[in-house]
């Protein structure tokens, strides 16, 4: 890592096993240099700083290929915030591809170089790691900084090299990190449906799980699954009798975890949880007219994508969308930057109005307007 400090750039990307554990195994670690592919075995080596360090670098840029998951687990792992990235899938989004598109799609069309299929799930705990293995992972960067120079040009001869910045720059912040932990609770509006006690319930089965998965270290799902839950939230009230009726979740599960259930039930609600219950937004009520008008203005908005060759899942991804268009926690700085100079002013206010859209035919065509 002294020898690779040295260096303005490197390329890196990570192995990991994630179906075990709460947090999932880092395994392995690849990095190319201008002259050099190293292999860290992050199972044998327990210090990582130096590998760190050159992360949170601003002088050195890091490339790679869909970073979010790797600087994910590098941040949980180690609070790391890398500073000076660059990922070829968002540059391939910029520069005519799928938003988001495959490593070995892009190397293929821009380098003409079809990459080796297998290998792409491997148990990266193996010791020795198998040598296709090996081989397998060296291509995963050793391609990188010949991609980086390439979509580098095409973004600078669209003028769309600082829209590519703007957007990697997202990682460069610890709030991107942030994991809200009432995220799986307003997943869906099913919290909307139920009483006071419920609701309360609802938190705090969510956190139960949480908890239990992170002592135990298995993933969530192995302690209860999502489909469940709903089936806890209606039989917690009646007891040992209403879980024995129901015949979808195994018996093992609830004889295990009812008596902590039921003291979730009965424990009084804390202050903490009526007064985040008290700040949820009301449902927004159904608007069938509305959500035709915002899915027809999404429809521009993917018409001025095609205009320009970017991805609209990069500019707008359909769950972001949804969120606005269901009155959700949406970023409004998803509409602002490059995206609002791609858009335009009026479909920017079009989105963030949320008006009707009124559709006048005429002879020669239709006119369209906003409320």
């Excluded at 180690?78 to 000076?84: A, C, F, G, L």
């Excluded at 259930?261 to 949880?273: F, I, R």
């Excluded at 991804?317 to 998803?334: A, I, M, R, V, W």
Aim: proline share 5%; glycine share 4%.
């Amino acid at each position: 890592m002294e020898s690779v400090a040295q260096s303005g750039w490197i390329g890196f990307d990570t192995e990991f096993v994630g179906e075990k554990t709460y947090v999932p195994i880092l395994c392995l670690i690849q990095v190319v240099t201008e002259k050099d592919i190293y292999l860290i075995d992050t199972l044998s080596i327990p210090d990582l700083d130096p590998f760190l360090a050159l992360l949170s670098d601003p002088n050195i840029l890091k490339i790679t290929h869909a970073g979010d998951n790797d600087y994910r687990l590098l941040n949980t792992l180690y609070e790391t915030v890398p500073q000076n990235t660059f990922d070829t899938q968002i540059a391939a989004g910029f520069v005519g591809y799928n938003y988001p598109a495959g490593f070995g799609k892009i190397v293929e069309r821009e380098l003409r170089i079809t990459l080796a299929k297998s290998h792409t799930v491997a148990n990266w705990e193996d010791r020795p790691l198998d040598p296709k293995a090996l081989e397998y992972a060296i291509e995963d960067v050793k391609y990188l900084p010949a991609l980086h120079t390439k979509l580098t040009g095409k973004l600078r001869k669209l003028e769309r090299e600082a829209w590519a910045r703007e957007e990697n720059r997202k990682w460069e912040t610890a709030d991107c990190y942030f994991v809200d932990p009432y995220k799986e609770v307003l997943a869906n509006d099913y919290i909307y449906q139920l009483d006071f006690k419920r609701k309360v319930f609802l938190l705090r089965i969510f956190s139960w799980r949480r908890e239990k998965a992170a002592t135990l270290n298995i993933p969530k799902e192995a302690v209860l699954q999502s489909r469940h839950i709903n089936t806890v939230l209606r039989a917690i009230k009646d007891g040992h009798q209403a879980f024995r009726a129901n015949r979808t979740m195994p018996e093992g599960i609830w004889r295990k975890y009812l008596p902590e259930w039921k003291q979730l039930w009965e424990t009084k609600p804390l202050q903490a949880e009526i007064d985040w219950l008290n700040a949820l937004p009301a449902a927004v009520p159904d608007d069938p007219d509305l959500a035709w008008s915002m899915e027809l203005v999404y429809h521009f908005v993917k018409h001025q994508c095609l205009q320009h060759e970017i991805s609209a899942a990069l500019l707008l991804p359909k769950g972001e969308f949804n969120k606005l268009k269901s009155g959700g926690d949406f970023d409004t700085s998803l509409l602002s930057g490059w995206r609002a100079q791609l858009l335009g002013k009026n479909l920017v206010n079009w989105l963030l109005k949320k008006s009707n859209v009124n559709v006048d035919w005429q002879d020669n065509g239709c006119w369209l307007t906003m409320d």
